[in-house]
């Protein structure tokens, strides 16, 4: 593929959407639609993340025989789905900290240890350039309300009998399937 140009075409709160015209091996154009964090991409470079855009939080309890999963209501599918908690990355924000914070916000629980990080990683790969890194640890503490009101949020600790069934009934994001079912079967 031979990459032709890039083009804005919507500029939102949170997303951008481009077009990126491109070359086929056939000598054919096409035009590839994206969505980025980024707001001000024109080149191929510009694609290409360096830096996180979010975190994703895969905590277990303090004892690692319960998983943390959050089951959220998700505006783009309109239904709840089971997914890790995550969120952006303030401006100034080392990924840790945006862990610790995001987790607080999401389920009142605290980050108290980070074991491992995962990453850098795309969300969507297939319509989005947005990179995230998973922070792994442990959580402790008492489950709250999001302190958001934009999102409606059901914290829960599963054990590994309990993830495998939620696995064969409910929705999950992707990347917290795949995680949760491998865990599930350690």
Known sequence: MKFIGIRKKEAGKFITRYDITYETADKKEKIYE???????????ESL???QPDSVVIIATDENNEKILVNKEFRMAVGDWVYNFPAGLIDPGEEPEESARRELWEETGLELYEINDFIGPSYSAVGFSNEVNVCVVGKARGAFRPSTSTVEEIEPGWYTKEEIRRLLGTQRFAARTQAYCYLWSRE
Not at 34 to 44: A, G, K, P, Y
Request: net charge neutral; glycine share 0%.
């Open 34 to 44: 994206i969505i980025s964090r980024n707001q001000n991409m024109e080149t191929l």
């Open 48 to 50: 290409h993340r360096d």
